[in-house]
């Protein structure tokens, strides 16, 4: 139908709206840190400041992965047990099939991106929704990081403690952090795989009578998320020195989250990397400001589920109303 | 003359700067079809909503039995007894006739849906238009002929004493069309007042009353059922037919065939249609809908797997089911829902000019974001699409953009057989004459066309020779200087299937 939309020339005023308006996370994320800031002394430390990186990394690196299966319209709830099978997949390697620590880091990750590779073929090719293939991926991923355990700690390789070590006064999970960042913002942003992931989240059909290789696309976001979820999960693993078998479990719920807060819409064709990192860190920095005041964990888990609702409310709201 | 149900009064609308409505008046008499009669974008479904509720006029009054009335949503204009049957019916086709008639509304006792009344009232309602079906049965299940009447005898069982039909004819057979007429002569005898849309001309002498005719928002003339459709298309166009169809034959190379089709058959569809096309072609599938012309062409897109036969682009064969390989053999697909399967519609003009040649261009898998903006602002200016700039939502330009947007999508891929499906479906006046000069550009630079078109002036106006399909078969051919739509509409019901059968005995006899 003629329903143009027609928007005003931006003036001074609504350009800063329009900023705020499509920041929506930022501010939130900025109005948080002021209130913290304000509230207890504790929070605008360096240790501390430090301390929500580290605590970031993990979730943040889950959902860079996620937001690849998410702008292609997908989702994938496997990412904690991906994450905690690549762990453990590297850490047997070393211990047990005693590989060098580094083949054991790569290791590692080609578990992860092999378990992601399986739900994207059963994506693409065998039809399932998302949804259920990386709900079965989820207990499969589980199930196997058990069964390579025997349900024990296993010590992890060198080279994965290295990435939970410090560089000096820098800790490497946020090394890691903004390499891994920068590299999902590069690959959703500047190749053709990325730009086609909007195209199939935005509308597959059109994607794929413009010749855009749908199935390969799939294949391709679900193996990145399954890469990622394994950097997290060494990440974990090497901050603690050892895989556990439980470790990261409900944790694709937190990376989830961190995606929508960011912007990302689960009906696909939307999101960004930035976005995720900020959703990310508005998860941290809520659980750490709330440690701070000494709120007691179960009512943190209120105030998140409440966050989420919000952020998520307030940006279909901003939609709707045509701003977008 | 009795006092209309319902009365337009001068009512406007625009959204933004752009007035879609202006001043335009309608009356719905009870017992009497209101025809609305416009091409694509002069505003008669924008009319049809403000009856409905779904969008307020600007200026204007409505009137409801000589009241004026505020209608703020579709729940107050069914209240007054107004419904409409959309072209995309409102039914769940997992759910029962009888559940899809109460849905809303369903008889309860104690918080349970109490079904026995339930069917009752169901069978009631299709009793209202003598429709004897299963009420159990899924409408989901059945064709859409069926579930249309299904929506109607909804509406009477809401007490709707004026329905709004949006092209119910659109996508019915003639067999369809008739049986829903003679529901349309019953109500019409019963005194329900009744809103028409439909394309076919033929169809508003057979079924019309009165026809008001719509140009670019604006009121032209009512004029009764019965004027002849020379004298209803002159007021709808505003000029003659010929301008319309700027059809020029400017190829002047060697008429080289690029597009081959040997005895090609799709699952229950299409059943062994060969044909070649020519640089500097147009070659028209004509047909009515569900004779497979759509399933043709997206069989030769590499959309649709194919049983049988083959499709071949300058002497060499396409893979079955490779969208990619064809594009890259010069097909181009401008599909036939550009919303559902053209375009991205939350992403930019400039991302949906690229999606086809984003690889090709590409280094090292790293968009070439400079080059690719470049060529789409160029594209984009040759076929003169009206947008802020190129980051704009492609969704929020208007259908004959849109649409410009998908064929420059093939001009920068450089395709040089182009698949219309239903190229100028839904985009205006301007726009579709725009589209056919593209059309004379790409068969001048020696392309090949291939264009299903379900509207005959436009068959007969920009094709070289048509292909009439029935059935799934290719029923006949004519050069299209000298066809006729009778010619096209006697091959496009011709029942080839029988007709062979008859032969078959007449030959074994």
């Known amino acids: 139908m003629n329903t143009v939309a027609v928007r005003k020339p931006a003036t001074g005023g609504t350009r800063i709206t329009k900023f705020l308006a499509d920041n929506g996370a930022l501010v939130g994320l900025f109005v948080l840190g002021l209130a913290l800031f304000i509230a207890t002394p504790d929070f605008l430390t360096g240790p501390n400041l430090l301390n929500i990186g580290i605590q970031a990394s993990v979730i943040a690196v889950l959902a860079f992965g996620l937001t690849f299966v998410i702008v292609a319209g997908g989702i994938d709830l496997s990412v904690g047990s991906v994450a905690a099978l690549s762990a453990m997949g590297s850490a047997y390697m070393f211990s047990t099939a005693a590989l060098p620590g580094w083949l054991a880091l790569i290791g590692g990750l080609l578990v992860g991106t092999l378990a992601g590779a399986v739900s994207g073929f059963a994506v693409a090719f065998g039809r399932l929704p998302s949804f259920i293939a990386t709900l079965a991926m989820l207990s499969v991923a589980r199930g196997l990081t058990l069964v390579l355990s025997d349900g024990r700690p296993i010590a992890t390789s060198p080279a994965v403690s290295f990435l939970g070590s410090n560089i000096g006064p820098l800790p490497m999970p946020i090394v890691v952090l903004v390499i891994a960042g920068a590299v999902a913002a590069l690959i959703l942003n500047y190749t053709v795989m990325g730009r086609y992931m909007y195209a199939v989240g935005g509308n597959t059909e059109a994607a794929r009578l413009s010749g855009i290789p749908v199935r390969r696309v799939l294949v391709t976001v679900f193996a990145l998320s399954g890469l990622f979820a394994a950097l997290a999960g060494l990440l974990l693993s090497g901050r603690l020195d050892s895989a556990q078998p439980q470790a990261a479990a409900g944790y694709e719920l937190d990376a989830i989250a961190a995606v929508v807060i960011g912007g990302a819409s689960l009906a696909g064709g939307v999101g960004r990397i930035s976005g995720t990192l900020i959703g990310a860190l508005v998860l941290v920095v809520i659980r750490n400001g709330l440690n701070l005041l000494n709120v007691s964990s179960f009512w943190q888990q209120v105030v998140i589920g409440v966050v989420i609702a919000l952020a998520v409310g307030i940006d279909s709201l901003r939609r709707k109303t045509g701003n977008h | ?509």
Do not use: C
Request: no cysteine; glycine share 10%; charged share 25%.
């Open chain 2, 1 to 509: 003359m009795s006092m209309p149900i319902l009365s337009l009064d001068r009512v406007t609308k625009s959204f933004g700067p752009v007035t879609v409505i202006d001043g335009v008046s309608v009356d719905v008499h009870p017992g009497k079809v209101q025809v609305l009669l416009g091409e694509n974008g002069a505003g008669k479904s924008t009319l049809i909503k403000m009856m409905a509720g779904v969008y307020q006029p600007d200026g204007g009054r409505i009137l409801v039995d000589g009241r004026e009335v505020v209608l703020p949503d579709t729940r107050a204009s069914e209240a007054l007894g107004i419904a409409t049957i959309h072209q995309e019916l409102n039914l769940v086709g997992s759910m029962s006739i009888a559940e899809n008639i109460s849905l809303g509304r369903m008889p309860g006792r104690f918080g349970f849906v109490d079904r026995r009344k339930m069917k009752e009232d169901a069978r009631a309602a299709l009793a209202l238009i003598g429709l004897d079906l299963d009420v159990d049965q899924h409408v989901g299940t059945l064709g859409i002929a069926r579930q249309q009447l299904v929506e109607i005898a909804k509406a009477l069982s809401l007490d709707a004493r004026m329905l709004i039909l949006d092209e119910p004819t659109a996508a019915l057979t003639n067999r369809e069309i008739a049986a829903l007429f003679r529901v349309v002569e019953d109500l019409r005898a019963r005194g329900v007042g009744m809103v028409f849309i439909s394309h076919h001309l033929d169809e508003i002498a057979a079924i019309g009353d009165s026809v008001s005719v719509l140009r670019d928002g604006r009121f032209i003339a009512e004029v009764p059922a019965t004027t002849d459709e020379d004298e209803l298309v002159r007021l709808m166009v505003g000029r003659d037919i010929a301008q319309q169809f700027p059809r020029r034959r400017e190829y002047a190379g060697e008429p080289e065939t690029l597009l081959s089709v040997r005895n090609l058959s799709t699952k229950g569809m299409v059943n062994d249609v060969s044909f070649d096309v020519h640089a500097g072609e147009v070659v028209a599938l004509a047909g009515l809908v569900g004779a497979g012309r759509t399933e043709v062409v997206r069989a030769v897109a590499g959309v649709d797997p194919y049983l049988g036969g083959s499709v071949s682009v300058r002497g060499k064969e396409l893979p079955r089911l490779d969208v990619g390989a064809a594009i890259r053999a010069g097909v181009g697909h401008v599909p036939e829902d550009r919303k559902v399967q053209g375009l991205v519609l939350g992403a930019s003009v400039n991302d949906n000019i690229g999606y086809a040649t984003l690889a090709s261009t590409s280094k090292a898998g790293v968009v070439d974001f400079a080059g690719q903006r470049s060529r789409a602002k160029g594209v984009a200016d040759t076929l003169r699409i009206r947008m802020r700039d190129l980051d704009q939502a492609v969704g929020s330009l208007s259908g004959g953009n849109q649409q410009k947007t998908v064929f420059a999508r093939w001009i920068l891929a450089e395709s040089s057989v182009l698949l219309l499906d239903e190229p100028t479906r839904g985009v205006d006046v301007g726009a579709k004459v725009e589209i056919y000069e593209l059309i004379n550009a790409i068969t001048a630079a020696g392309g090949a066309v291939v264009m299903v078109s379900s509207e005959l002036p436009e068959v007969l106006g920009m094709a070289d020779r048509i292909l009439v399909m029935s059935g799934g078969h290719i029923s006949g051919e004519l050069d299209a200087t000298t066809a006729t739509q009778d010619a096209v509409m006697s091959l496009a019901v011709r029942d080839v299937q029988r007709d062979r059968e008859d032969q078959q005995m007449k030959d074994e006899s």
